[in-house]
């Protein structure tokens, strides 16, 4: 597979978005459209107001299709549930720091089952509580509207996280992914882009767009 850097524009359309009821071939449409990466947002009902989906669907996908798969945890206990989305064919785990777990144990778990690990946080949570990590993730995911839905508003107030979040990089010599989710379309994308994400999940506005290859060529160049 192909070795992802912080310099790549990597679009990742959120499965949240697609028909439910036909899921490999939604997946196939997206790939076939371009993304590079499937974003697949697992909601337990209890750290979110929402229940999605959880291992089994992520490894039917993983199954049927190659392409990279960035697991958004939105549970409560990622640490328990951890080893079966590495099971289920993750390329990417990532987990909020606002989760009851310790997070620092939970990124090295998923580092030494050798695959990409990433941290999470809300709107809400200052850039401050992820700092300690940042020396040990492989991706930032900071989220630019309260997680639990698709089709919510992009929250521009979460641009200074960014910026913070690359200075820092630099600071310290690190190389991990900015990825942005949340409201990501076509006017919202410049912003995160000129912050400094290279990551950029979109549910709606890819998957509910008239034509998808048109929708992620224009994240590609925003
Ligand atoms: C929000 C999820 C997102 C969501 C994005 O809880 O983490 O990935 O699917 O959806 P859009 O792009 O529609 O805002
Ligand atoms: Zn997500």
Known sequence: ?????????????????????????????????????????????????????????????????????????MISRPDHYLDRF????????????????????TLKRTRDAGILNGIVLNPATPFSEVEPYLDQIDLLLCMTVVPGFGGQSFMAEVLPKIEAAVKLREERGLSFHIEVDGGIKLETAPLAVAAGANVLVAGSSTFSAPDMGEAIKGLRNA
């Open 86 to 105: 590495i099971k289920a064919g993750a390329d990417l785990i990532s987990v909020h720091v606002e989760a009851d777990h310790d997070v620092a144990e």
């Open 1 to 73: 597979m192909k070795r992802w850097t912080p310099q790549d524009r990597i679009i990742a359309p959120s499965l949240l978005a697609a028909n439910f009821a036909k899921i490999g071939d939604e997946t196939s449409r997206a790939i076939h459209a371009g993304a590079d990466w499937m974003h697949l947002d697992v909601m337990d009902g209890h750290f979110v107001d929402n229940i999605s989906f959880g291992p089994a669907v992520i490894q039917a996908i993983h199954e049927s299709n190659d392409i990279f798969l960035d697991v958004h945890l």
